[in-house]
């Protein structure tokens, strides 16, 4: 990959990391929790769901598969599962929520959906403009 596209994809990977650090921050200070009581490990699982997600999401966009919605369900299920495989991992580390599958499900589908979008987005505006410049 040429170094443009890995600056984007750290970039991405970056900016989202931060903005889920600190909506999950305020959160907990809203609640009157001044201190995550998951500690350190889970802004460590943060971090590697998150890889999870923009790594499969960025090799599997770029999959010359037609329908893009057929291109997104391909890259989906395996990182999802890698996802719920790694959840399973970190139950050896310490005990898991009894919601722990059910809060990376969503978190990890709404996340991803967030990606779909933009990517959708930017995919129809580059495709318009390609196509206004040759006319």
Avoid at 95 to 111: E, G, H
Wanted: proline content about 4%; charged content about 15%; hydrophobic content about 50%.
């Amino acid at each position: 990959m040429k170094k443009e596209k890995w600056i984007r994809i750290l970039s991405i990977y970056s900016i989202i990391y931060t903005v889920i650090t600190l909506l999950n921050s305020v959160l907990y200070l809203c609640n009157g929790i001044y201190e995550d009581p998951n500690g350190n490990w889970h802004e460590l699982d943060r971090a590697m769901i998150l890889l999870i997600g923009i790594a499969a999401f960025e090799l599997c966009t770029n999959l010359p598969v037609k329908p893009l919605a057929l291109r997104y369900l391909i890259a989906y299920i395996p990182s999802q599962l890698l996802a719920f495989v790694y959840v399973w991992f970190t139950g050896l580390r310490e005990p898991l929520a009894k919601t722990a599958y059910r809060d990376i499900w969503i978190n990890f589908t709404c996340l991803f959906l967030l990606l779909c979008i933009i990517h959708t987005v930017v995919y129809v505006l580059k495709k318009q403009h390609l196509k206004n410049k040759l006319s």
